[in-house]
């Protein structure tokens, strides 16, 4: 006897079960997850880790940039400071 394509069980397809409404509703699974709600939620994710991301970044370039331009201050003061040097001991003594 040959059954039906509709009436054979196909091995690679799981064998779901219905729930109740009331049980349905405090399960939490991507399943009961709305497709509509997923699709908004992933973008807001990425874009916030995006954004957060930026601002840390953002963050460690401003020190980056703060520790130069106190070096750079501290190689000026030094420059300034052996120049007059070299000046003193440069000049004729009287």
């Known amino acids: 006897m040959v059954f039906p394509r509709a009436a054979r069980k196909n091995h690679t397809q799981k064998e779901t079960t219905t729930l109740p409404k009331a049980q349905y509703a405090n399960c939490v699974s991507p399943k009961n997850v709305n497709d509509e709600e997923e699709i908004l939620v992933m973008p807001k994710l990425f874009w916030s880790i995006v954004i957060v991301s930026l601002a840390i ?10 520790a ?6 501290m190689y000026r003061d ?13 000049q004729p003594r009287q």
Not at 57 to 66: D, G, S, T, V
Not at 68 to 73: E, I, L, T
Not at 79 to 85: F, G, H, I, K, V
């Open 57 to 66: 970044w953002i963050a460690m370039l401003q020190r980056r940039l703060h």
């Open 68 to 73: 130069a331009q106190m070096r750079g201050d």
């Open 78 to 90: 030094i420059s300034t400071r052996l120049d007059r040097r070299v000046v003193e001991l440069t």
